[in-house]
C-alpha cells in the first residue's frame, strides 16, 4: 500500500474519534441528561466532576486529534501535501495526535479510577453529602456494582460516567495508535515518496 493511501486510511478514522470525544466530553457536563447540575457548577457549587474539567475529549482527543487527521488526509489527496514535504510534516502533526491521545486517556483514566462526583452515603457516612465516594477505592468500584448504589443524586450517574469515560479511553488508545501508525508511515512517505507522482 502507497503511503499516500495508508493516509486516508488513517485520517477517516481519527475524524471520527474526534467527533466521538468532543461528544463524549459534552455530555459529561450533563450528567442523568439534565443542565441543572452544570449551572450549580458555574454558581460556585461544584456538582460535575473534576476530571470532566480538564476536558481531555475535546481538547485532547477532539481537536488535537482533528488537526493531524486534516493534515494526514491532505497528503492522501494528491494536491498539496501528497509529497515528501508533506509527509515530513504529517510526521509533527501526528505527534500532536499522539500527545492528545495521550492527555485524553490519561484523563479519562483518571475520571474512572476516581469515579463521579455526587451527592452520596453509605453504611459508613450515613449522612448524605456532595463527594468523591469512590476516591480512595483504587478502581474497585467498577466491579462492585453495590457500590454504585451510594451515588443518590444525580441518578445513574455511575454508570454515566463509566460508560462516557470508557469510550474516552478506548477513542484515545485507538487515536494514539493511529498517530503512531501515521509517524511510522510519514517516515517512510518522507524517504521513498507518496506513490503519488508528485515527489
Given at each position: ?7 486516508k ?5 481519527l475524524y471520527v474519534l ?5 461528544i ?9 441528561f ?8 458555574r ?20 481537536i ?16 498539496c501535501?501528497a509529497n515528501?514535504c508533506g509527509?515530513?510534516l504529517?510526521?509533527g502533526?501526528a505527534?500532536l495526535?499522539?500527545a ?5 486517556l490519561s ?13 452520596w452515603k ?11 465516594p469512590f ?10 456494582k453495590?457500590?454504585w ?8 450517574v455511575?454508570?454515566f460516567n ?5 469510550t474516552?479511553l478506548?477513542?484515545?488508545?485507538l ?9 511510522i508511515?510519514?517516515l517512510?512517505?518522507c ?6 507522482g508528485?515527489?
Amino acid at each position: 500500500m502507497c503511503t499516500g493511501a495508508c493516509s486516508k486510511v488513517i485520517a477517516v478514522p481519527l475524524y471520527v474519534l474526534a467527533l466521538v470525544s468532543v461528544i463524549c466530553n459534552i455530555m459529561l457536563f450533563f450528567p442523568d441528561f439534565d443542565t441543572k447540575y452544570a449551572a450549580d457548577d458555574r454558581n460556585g457549587q461544584q456538582r460535575i466532576t473534576e476530571e470532566v474539567k480538564y476536558m481531555g475529549g475535546l481538547i485532547g482527543g477532539g481537536i488535537m486529534a482533528l488537526i493531524p487527521a486534516i493534515h494526514i488526509h491532505l497528503t492522501s489527496s494528491g494536491k498539496c501535501c501528497a509529497n515528501r514535504c508533506g509527509m515530513f510534516l504529517s510526521i509533527g502533526f501526528a505527534a500532536l495526535g499522539v500527545a492528545g491521545g495521550v492527555y485524553s486517556l490519561s484523563t479519562a483514566a483518571l475520571g474512572l479510577q476516581n469515579g463521579p462526583l455526587c451527592y452520596w452515603k453509605n453504611p459508613q457516612n450515613p449522612i448524605p453529602k456532595w463527594g468523591v465516594p469512590f476516591a480512595n477505592s483504587t478502581g474497585s468500584y467498577l466491579t462492585d456494582k453495590e457500590m454504585w448504589k451510594w451515588c443518590l443524586i444525580p441518578e445513574n450517574v455511575v454508570e454515566f460516567n463509566v460508560g462516557l469515560f470508557s469510550t474516552l479511553l478506548v477513542a484515545a488508545g485507538l487515536q494514539l495508535v493511529l498517530c503512531l501508525i501515521q509517524m511510522i508511515n510519514g517516515l517512510f512517505g518522507c524517504i521513498c515518496g507518496t506513490c503519488g507522482g508528485k515527489e
